[in-house]
Structures are given as C-alpha cells and as structure tokens.
C-alpha cells in the first residue's frame, strides 16, 4: 500500500509563496504518475499539476500555469510544488495523489482524480489579500 504525506502548507498574503512537498512510501511498481489536486469548500476537486515518475512530463491546471512547479526527487520518493505569486483564489486543501502507470510517449499524465489510487491526507493553504 503506497503511502503519502503532505507537508509545506501554511498562511500567506497575496504575492507570496509556498513550497510544498508530499513523501511517499511502499511504491510498489517502477512508474507512476504523480499529482497535486485541490479543493476549496463547497467546489469540485482541482487537478492542479502532474507528473510522470518514468520520464519528465508535466502539465499544469491553466489557474497555475507560469506561477507553480511541480518537481520530483525519485531517490527520496518525494513529490513537491512550489507556488509562487499566489492570490486568495488558491486558497485550498491541496492532496498529492499516484497512480501506477507506464505512459507511452508523448502521453500526459491523467487529471481526473478518481484514475488515482493512493491519497495524502492534504495540507491546507490559505491566501490572504
């Protein structure tokens, strides 16, 4: 059972930034995709960014494009996201997620949250105006 932890979360004023990373643990297979999605009260869960463990394929939400990296350490089974310039509209709990997978070339990483297996319990943000 692959486990993930979620740390790096906090209180920022608009313009500021956050790095947050997600440890994981007992990966099972040689690839998975990696991802950072997250939910605001009363909204739908947000694919933010991914990542593809095998290779170096990412994609972003367009809200985060040019402002938040998604990253990977795969020696210390470690998934970050840092986000920069960030505005109340991100204020969120924000999840990693994995799925195990070998994506063909060229193919992207799913952001659908239920093609995800395992889950971190979140990490909150909050952005202050």
């Known amino acids: 059972q692959v486990q993930l932890v979620e740390s790096g979360g906090g209180s920022v004023q608009t313009g500021g930034s956050l790095r947050l990373s997600c440890a994981g643990s007992?990966?099972?297979?040689?690839?998975?995709?990696l991802a950072w999605f997250r939910q605001a009260p009363g909204k739908e869960r947000e694919g933010v960014a991914t990542i593809y463990t095998g290779g170096s394929e990412t994609s972003y939400a367009d809200s985060v494009k040019g402002r938040f990296t998604v990253s990977r350490d795969n020696t210390k089974n470690t998934l970050y996201l840092q986000m920069n310039s960030l505005n109340p509209e991100d204020t969120a709990m924000y999840y990693c997620a994995a799925y195990p997978t070998r994506l063909m070339p060229s193919a992207s990483c799913s952001t659908y949250y239920p093609d995800y297996d395992y889950w971190g319990q979140g990490t909150q943000v909050t952005v202050s105006s």
């Open positions: 007992q990966f099972t297979t040689s690839t998975y995709c």
